[in-house]
Nanobody, 125 residues
């Protein structure tokens, strides 16, 4: 049974940084595209960043491009999200997810089949 566990969330001031981790187990992690999503109170879950199976390609939502970096360590079955220059509007629960779709670049929640429980990120102004 696939399991994704996020960690690294917390409270940070605007302009600060956080690094989220997503530890995968119960699946062959390198066979899946990995992604990060977030959901703020009262809003729909939205795509943040995605990374290819090998880690060689990444894609981002326009709102985080240039500030966030997604990466993965296949040997450790872990994905990461480095978040810099954080803004109050980045406040949300952040989720790690995986997808087995063949095409790279999906930002659709429905395409991602396995999800973690989420980690809270709060950015104060």
């Amino acid at each position: 049974q696939a399991q994704l566990v996020e960690s690294g969330g917390g409270l940070v001031q605007a302009g600060g940084s956080l690094k989220l981790s997503c530890a995968a187990s119960g699946l062959t992690f390198r066979n899946y595209i990995a992604g990060w999503f977030r959901q703020a109170p009262g809003k729909e879950r939205e795509f943040v960043a995605g990374i290819s199976r090998t880690g060689g390609n990444t894609y981002y939502a326009d709102s985080v491009k240039g500030r966030f970096t997604i990466s993965r360590d296949t040997g450790k079955n872990t994905a990461y999200l480095q978040m810099n220059s954080l803004k109050p509007e980045d406040t949300a629960v952040y989720y790690c997810a995986t997808t087995s779709v063949l095409h790279f670049g999906s930002d659709r929640v429905a395409d991602f089949g396995s999800w973690g429980q989420g980690t809270q990120v709060t950015v104060s102004s």
